[in-house]
């Protein structure tokens, strides 16, 4: 049985890590592969500022840093902003899977141009630095947001019919009036709101975690990994170091 770490961004109790968990409905897997989610042990608030993006992609390095001796075979990182990515990636060789850029990159597939669909507009910073690593700014026709602030523990809650139909119309706009042929969700928290978007739109909409579970799963199916070329290792890893700090923490 093949095992896929899952990094959970936030400290959560297991109940909320339930709803991170419930992505894995949402795609048709393999018998032979198994999930299991980890929740950091620091994190921001949320991911506003640039020192709230350098304390996440410590938290989620050092969740990951012993992925590989523990014996899971993939990770993969539950936030679209891909905090700790290529950090866990120069220090392990199995793969190491953010559901931002597969985003993208699905949607450069599916289609010509996309939009993101958020739930915040204070999270076009990492959105915007995604799509300018990539090149591929040109594609986006546009980023929509509710001005929600988003629930990381809760995720959608009781607030889930009223968010939908919100969504929707955003998405809409995205369509009719920017142009876009596919939709992508701009956090895995929202979710829970994918079946009801796909139900009402005409275009893709793409569901970045389960992506990039099915991801994980094709890259260990064709034996592929990141390149080491890209993402070297430290000649000498501070692993000792930043699980020292965080147990400081």
């Known amino acids: 049985m093949k095992r896929v770490l899952v990094i959970v961004p936030f400290p959560m109790t297991e109940e909320n890590r339930d709803l991170r968990r419930a992505q894995l409905d949402a795609v048709k897997l393999g018998p032979d592969i198994t999930f299991e989610f980890r929740s950091v042990r620091a994190a921001p608030k949320n991911y506003v500022s640039a020192s709230d993006m350098a304390l996440a992609e410590i938290g989620v390095l050092e969740a990951g840093l012993k992925a590989e001796s523990e014996g899971y075979e993939a990770v993969c990182v539950d936030t679209v902003s891909d905090s700790g990515v290529a950090a866990l990636r120069s220090e392990l060789s199995i793969p190491v899977i953010g559901p931002g850029r597969a985003s993208v990159l699905m949607a450069l597939l599916l289609g010509k141009r996309?939009?993101?669909?958020?739930?915040?507009?204070?999270?076009?910073?990492?959105?915007?630095?995604?799509?300018?690593?990539?090149?591929?700014?040109?594609?986006?026709?546009?980023?929509?947001?509710?001005?929600?602030?988003?629930?990381?523990?809760?995720?959608?809650?009781?607030?889930?019919?009223?968010?939908?139909?919100?969504?929707?119309?955003?998405?809409?706009?995205?369509?009719?009036?920017?142009?876009?042929?596919?939709?992508?969700?701009?956090?895995?928290?929202?979710?829970?709101?994918?079946?009801?978007?796909?139900?009402?739109?005409?275009?893709?909409?793409?569901?970045?975690?389960?992506?990039?579970?099915?991801?994980?799963?094709?890259?260990?199916?064709?034996?592929?990994?990141?390149?080491?070329?890209?993402?070297?290792?430290?000649?000498?890893?501070?692993?000792?170091?930043?699980?020292?700090?965080?147990?400081?923490?």
């Open 114 to 249: 996309f939009s993101i669909l958020a739930m915040w507009p204070h999270w076009r910073h990492f959105y915007e630095k995604t799509l300018m690593e990539l090149g591929v700014g040109h594609a986006c026709a546009s980023i929509r947001s509710l001005d929600a602030i988003p629930d990381n523990q809760g995720l959608l809650g009781g607030k889930k019919d009223e968010t939908f139909e919100a969504l929707a119309e955003l998405a809409t706009s995205c369509v009719n009036d920017d142009g876009a042929d596919v939709i992508l969700l701009g956090s895995t928290t929202m979710h829970q709101a994918h079946a009801y978007l796909s139900s009402r739109l005409s275009v893709p909409v793409i569901n970045p975690g389960p992506l990039s579970y099915k991801l994980a799963e094709a890259a260990l199916g064709l034996g592929l990994s990141h390149s080491r070329a890209a993402f070297p290792t430290s000649p000498a890893s501070q692993a000792d170091l930043i699980h020292r700090m965080l147990d400081g923490a």
